[in-house]
């Protein structure tokens, strides 16, 4: 059996991944497409697409507070707190 530790440090590995990939796309989508970053830009493929990541973000940081994620990122190796 899994302990409740070791399955919190699994779910803090998803999510952050699950994070660093819709950062890339958001940058992408800014950098590559030139989606407006502002919140009230008109409609378009590229807004509309940053408009989701935002809302996938702010679910993302909702998991990670749900898991006390600050206390988890502190042993993590791999974590940009670390530079």
Do not use: C
Request: aromatic share 2%; net charge negative.
């Amino acid at each position: 059996m899994v302990s409740n530790t070791a399955r919190e440090q699994a779910i803090y590995q998803a999510l952050k991944a699950v994070d660093e990939v819709v950062a890339a796309l958001q940058a992408h989508l800014l950098e590559e497409h030139g989606a407006d970053p502002e919140r009230a830009a008109e409609q378009s493929t590229s807004t509309n697409s940053l408009k989701l990541l935002r809302q996938a973000r702010e679910r993302l940081g909702n998991g990670l507070r749900a898991i006390e994620a600050d206390n988890i990122a502190e042993t993590d190796g791999i974590s940009l707190r670390n530079e």
